[in-house]
């Protein structure tokens, strides 16, 4: 790996450790309006800031969905992946039994 590809790397690493911790501090009920301005500054200063805390909040909630349904059977393979667009989603939702969300 050279220089730029590890500068790459290491920005990226740092982008996620940042998208969990607004993660967890925009779950947290006790959030301030100041830590929601700020989580937008986060958002703001770069489109795949964003995108990483998105990502993140997607998989939380899934593991939310898994934790209230302790007994239940475990869902079709494929269920709880990410659908690139509505279409898939679509199609994820139906072969999982529920409705697809609206975006």
């Given at each position: 790996?050279?220089?730029?590809?590890?500068a790459?790397?290491?920005?990226?690493?740092?982008?996620?450790?940042?998208?969990?911790?607004?993660?967890?501090?925009?779950?947290?009920?006790?959030?301030?309006?100041?830590?929601?301005?700020?989580w937008?500054?986060w958002?703001?200063?770069?489109?795949e800031?964003l995108?990483?805390?998105?990502?993140?909040?997607?998989?939380?909630?899934?593991?939310?969905v898994?934790?209230s349904?302790?007994r239940?059977?475990?869902?079709p393979?494929?269920?709880?992946?990410?659908p690139?667009?509505w279409k898939?989603?679509?199609?994820?939702?139906?072969?999982?039994?529920?409705?697809?969300?609206r975006?």
């Amino acid at each position: 790996m050279n220089v730029d590809q590890n500068a790459t790397e290491e920005a990226r690493l740092k982008r996620l450790q940042e998208a969990s911790e607004w993660l967890v501090r925009m779950e947290d009920p006790g959030r301030t309006e100041e830590d929601v301005n700020e989580w937008l500054r986060w958002c703001y200063a770069n489109p795949e800031n964003l995108s990483a805390f998105e990502t993140y909040q997607h998989d939380w909630h899934d593991l939310d969905v898994l934790k209230s349904n302790p007994r239940r059977e475990a869902p079709p393979p494929g269920c709880l992946e990410r659908p690139a667009n509505w279409k898939s989603e679509r199609l994820s939702a139906l072969r999982c039994g529920s409705e697809p969300r609206r975006p």
